[in-house]
């Protein structure tokens, strides 16, 4: 009977101590659905265009900066990460990651590796 119940118990206990194999990485990183981020984005005098073929622009009129002067990228979103590749003039590129926070319809929010976030509504 002894016997019994120690096996009864090791079993219990090895039960009791497995955990799920699934991933919970879907509740910590959201997808986004990268359709709503098409279009002009507006965060005070900063503007972020981002068309449909992954490219995109950036650029500030408080730098006396027009559209037609932009700074270029490409883009990418994977779960909850935009992550902009500016293409500058020589050649070279920058990357730049971003963490999601909010992306509707009308309203984008990020923020960089340092939590500095910006909030932009669509224009």
Request: glycine fraction near 4%; charge should be negative.
């Amino acid at each position: 009977m002894k016997r019994f119940a120690l096996i009864f118990v090791s079993i219990a206990a090895t039960v009791l101590s497995m955990t799920s194999c699934s991933s919970d990485d879907d509740d910590v990183n959201p997808n986004f659905d990268e359709s709503l981020i098409i279009g002009k984005w507006k965060s005070g005098t900063l503007y972020e265009r981002y068309d449909l073929d992954y490219s995109g622009a950036t650029w500030d009129t408080a730098d006396d900066v027009t559209e037609a002067e932009a700074q270029n990228f490409t883009w990418t979103i994977t779960k909850d990460q935009l992550e902009q590749i500016h293409i500058i003039e020589n050649g070279g590129k920058v990357p730049k990651v971003y963490t999601i926070t909010n992306l509707t319809a009308t309203t984008l929010e990020y923020e960089d590796a340092y939590r500095k976030s910006k909030s932009f509504s669509k224009i």
